[in-house]
């Protein structure tokens, strides 16, 4: 077995909820207790931090990721979903999981693959316990999959749970409120375990304020300890400077690749987080945060938010794919001076697609598209959704070939943006 054989295997046989939608996913954590079980429990030889949320997530992971490499420590950071390669969900200090690592474990383990049949995201997630254990890690930065109670990596009791923001997504599992898709992803807080909520919000507070009473959990808001004095951005290249002050009047002057007003509010999450660190004796002063924020694209392999890639056309690609996400990205779009705007656009069937695609400009030229996923949204049905909202574009049977086109007919002083799915950037890419 070679590594191809082995990833194919991993994401071709086994449930995968990013390619097939609900028929991928597998809740529950019976399947992955049992695999840890037969590993020696790896998950209990390094302290973690666990994060989830609707957005914000894989930002404010790889945040605290970096300023702890900056530190000094040797993290393991566990990411979804992945670009090009199921390898870059699992790193040790900006470094993918090793290739061979990943065949050898799964030709060795075959039979017990067949035997339990766990989703992709199980035994990625019992793939990636068993890598930092072996590795011998400071600590672990775990991402949840999807919602929180009941995903893979709700195995851990963390040295902190932290909640980013709350949206509507995935709501034929997580529920078709706020409420009760918050209530999924309070699912994390753990009994006498430190909680910090990235957002405040008068739907989502008094679900979060009563888990961590239940569990007896100490609850930070982090828009409560941090104050933004001033921000500046520039889009193109992508550059935000902050200014913060905490509760003891501290000033935080802070330097970012990634833009965007919610990006200060993970940068608050992420602080919040900090300090509750340190009280654990981690030892992580001004100097290692400040680097931590300038150098995360570098110490993490970050990709896919508001990223730049410089061409004879500026192009902008971003992952984005629920209601927050697609409005947030809309208003940066909105900011950035150019002449004409080409979008690139593709989708997952089971996303809000006219609650998402009512957000998007009407002035752009789009460029739809469809990735080569099961989970796809057709073609034929994104385009008449579109076209009923005045959005004007063609259809290409590859994102590929839509890019193309983009590029054919913008000149320098516009901007191409990429969207719409994980899916369309991976291709795109």
């Not at 393991?76 to 199921?86: F, I, N, Q, R, V």
């Not at 739809?368 to 949204?377: E, I, M, T």
């Amino acid at each position: 077995m070679i590594f191809a054989e082995a990833e194919k295997y991993i994401m071709e046989q086994l449930p995968m909820y990013e390619r097939q939608g609900i028929a991928g996913y597998q809740g529950g954590l019976e399947k992955t207790l049992l695999l840890l079980e037969k590993f020696n429990n790896p998950h209990y030889k390094f302290p973690s931090i666990h994060i989830a949320g609707t957005n914000g997530k894989g930002s404010v992971s790889s945040m605290i990721a970096s300023i702890l490499q900056e530190a000094g420590y040797k993290v393991g950071l566990y990411t979804s979903p992945h670009l090009k390669t199921m390898r870059e969900r699992i790193k040790i200090n900006g470094q993918m999981i090793p290739a061979h690592w990943i065949t050898n474990f799964t030709k060795k383990n075959l039979h017990l693959i067949e035997q339990i049949k766990p989703s992709f995201f199980e035994i990625n997630t019992v793939m990636a316990f068993c890598y930092f254990a072996e590795s011998d890690i400071d600590i672990a930065i775990l991402e949840t999959g999807l919602g929180g109670r009941l995903d893979a990596t709700n195995v851990v009791t963390p040295l902190v749970s932290i909640i980013t923001s709350i949206s509507f997504d995935h709501m034929k599992l997580l529920g078709e409120t706020l409420q009760k898709i918050t209530a999924e992803k309070a699912g994390i807080i753990k009994p006498n375990v430190p909680c910090v909520i990235g957002e405040k919000n008068l739907e989502t507070m008094p679900v979060f304020t009563q888990y961590a009473k239940k569990n007896n959990a100490p609850i930070t808001f982090a828009t409560d300890k941090f104050v933004t004095k001033k921000f500046y951005q520039s889009l193109i290249p992508p550059i935000l400077k902050v200014e913060l002050n905490d509760e003891n009047k501290n000033i935080y002057k802070l330097t970012s690749p990634l833009v965007g007003k919610v990006q200060i509010e993970n940068m608050k999450t992420v602080l919040c987080t900090i300090e509750i660190l340190k009280s654990y004796k981690y030892k992580i002063n001004y100097n290692h945060i400040k680097k931590g924020f300038i150098k995360i694209n570098k110490n993490t392999g970050l990709f896919g938010r508001w990223s730049y890639v410089p061409n004879d056309v500026p192009i902008i690609m971003d992952i984005g794919h629920n209601v927050g996400a697609v409005s947030n990205l809309v208003d940066l779009l909105n900011d950035v001076k150019k002449e004409r705007l080409h979008i690139v656009w593709g989708m997952m069937a089971d996303k809000d697609v006219e609650g998402i695609l009512k957000l998007l400009p009407s002035d752009a030229q789009y460029y739809f598209c469809s990735p080569h996923v099961p989970r796809a949204l057709d073609l034929r049905i994104l385009l008449e959704k579109a076209k009923n909202l005045n959005l004007n574009g063609k259809a290409y049977k590859s994102v590929r070939r839509a890019l193309y086109e983009a590029k054919t007919h913008a000149n320098s002083k516009d901007l191409i943006f990429v969207g719409g799915s994980a899916f369309v950037v991976a291709e795109a890419m």
